[in-house]
């Protein structure tokens, strides 16, 4: 019971963090190289972690508390972020991590990684056109946020695939 209490309030707290970690990100490093020859705003890559943070703090915390993170992160990004990038930031993730959610529990009964790749998949599109809208009034960096949260879903399922593995194979 400990450690899943610890498991819950470890995976809430990384993901309430990355939420305002990406608009500082933005405000203090601007645009960064995302590979593939696109560049996106930084805070790209924490956005990439936090739809997968979302659906782990879902698994080990549950769905209200995963709400109530949403609304804890969209505060303090307030408080810490220019309003405006921390506006543009909070619709464009509401909205993509409501999606996520409408996406990630029906398919959720078929697997785990199957689920997070799914809703992930809605997320990163929603975040990323509404929040280059809001913010920049462009979606010039397109291509750039959806490699660069890819690259992020892509990285967090192959370490959760590693791990399962890992132990079955000391089960």
């Known amino acids: ?30 645009v960064v190289p995302v590979g593939l020859g696109y560049v996106a705003p930084a805070g790209v890559y924490m956005v990439g ?13 549950g769905r209200l508390a995963v709400l109530g993170a949403i609304a ?14 921390a506006v543009a930031s909070a619709v464009a993730f509401a909205v993509a991590e409501l999606a996520d959610f409408a996406v ?16 992930n998949s809605v997320g990163i599109l929603c975040d990323s056109l509404l929040f280059l809208k809001l913010a920049f009034n462009s979606l010039e960096y397109l291509p750039g ?16 695939a590693l791990l399962r593995r890992w132990r079955r194979a000391e089960a």
């Open 1 to 30: 019971m400990k450690s899943s209490v610890t498991a819950a309030s470890v995976t809430l707290v990384a993901y309430i963090a990355t939420i305002p970690a990406a608009n500082l990100a933005v405000t203090h490093f601007g």
């Open 104 to 119: 990630y529990e029906p398919l959720r009964k078929r697997g785990l990684l199957i689920a997070m790749v799914a809703s």
């Open 49 to 61: 972690l936090a739809l997968v943070l979302r659906d782990l703090s879902r698994e080990a915390a």
């Open 145 to 160: 946020q959806i490699v660069g949260k890819v690259w992020m879903t892509l990285a967090a399922v192959a370490v959760l």
């Open 72 to 85: 804890a992160g969209i505060v303090i990004s307030y408080v810490l972020a220019d309003p405006n990038l």
